[in-house]
């Protein structure tokens, strides 16, 4: 009996060890995305990207709803860092977001944002155009 339950705890820590493991192997690469984005309180934005992931290139498309104080159209180009992904089609999801903004002519932007899967972008870059917000907002990505 006491063989058993040596036995038992011999699995559950090998499996805890297992979990530890596959968490400890997330990974991060880079996103570049575009995003185009018009509205007159309800907008929409449409875009795409690529990430670069372990050596390889993936194409992305953006798309997203915001509800709010809209008003205008934007061009944004955003740079930054992907985390806590394990594979290429982790960065795949909704992203949603709450904020404010104004852009005359050309501006800053920086978000971070986290997805249902866990992964985590972290972007900068610039947007172009006339585009004042304060507004819920998501953005999906998906793979092409």
Known sequence: MKLASTFRAALVAIAALAGLSTAAQADSGTVTLTIYKAGWIIGGSGGSGVLNFRGRTYALSTGGLDYGLVFGGSKTVLRGRVSNINRPSDVAGVYGAAGAG???????????????????????????????NADLSGLAITMR
């Open 102 to 132: 104004l852009a005359v002519g050309a501006g800053a932007r920086a978000i971070v944002l986290t997805n249902q899967k866990g992964a985590v972008l972290e972007l900068s870059g610039t947007q172009v155009g006339l585009m004042a």
